[in-house]
Nanobody
Framework: VQLQASGGGLVQAGGSLRLSCAAS????????MGWFRQAPGKGREFVAA????????YYTDDVKGRFTISRDNAKNTVYLQMNSLKPEDTAVYYC??????????????????WGQGTQVTVSS
């Protein structure tokens, strides 16, 4: 599985960005997908996840009501729409998947395939 994240950039506080993660393979619809982020000097933290069908979504409390995860299985792509961005959202954002990710989706170690990361910088 290969994952390619894109869509990051520099935005002012209160602005929006949409991240995309394109996946290789014909079985994208079987992948449970997650987004994580890592700020300078900090560990990688869970942001959001989505079930294989897209029917179930999960968020960390910090982003609930501001971020929306979605997927288009026909395009082998998962998205993270980020609204009302705050300076504390500044980080490198990674998409990820794994065979057992659905079981403990908040844990980075449950994911064994990672995209290369895309930088999101929110200025105050």
């Amino acid at each position: 599985v290969q994952l390619q994240a894109s869509g990051g950039g520099l935005v002012q506080a209160g602005g929006s960005l949409r991240l995309s993660c394109a996946a290789s393979g014909r079985t994208f619809s079987s992948y449970f997908m997650g987004w994580f982020r890592q700020a300078p000097g900090k560990g990688r933290e869970f942001v959001a996840a989505i079930s294989r069908s897209g029917d179930s979504t999960y968020y960390t409390d910090d982003v609930k009501g501001r971020f929306t995860i979605s997927r288009d299985n026909a395009k082998n792509t998962v998205y993270l729409q980020m609204n009302s961005l705050k300076p504390e959202d500044t980080a490198v954002y990674y998409c990820a998947t794994g065979e057992y990710a659905a079981q403990r989706y908040r844990i980075p170690g449950q994911y064994n395939y990672w995209g290369q990361g895309t930088q999101v910088t929110v200025s105050s």
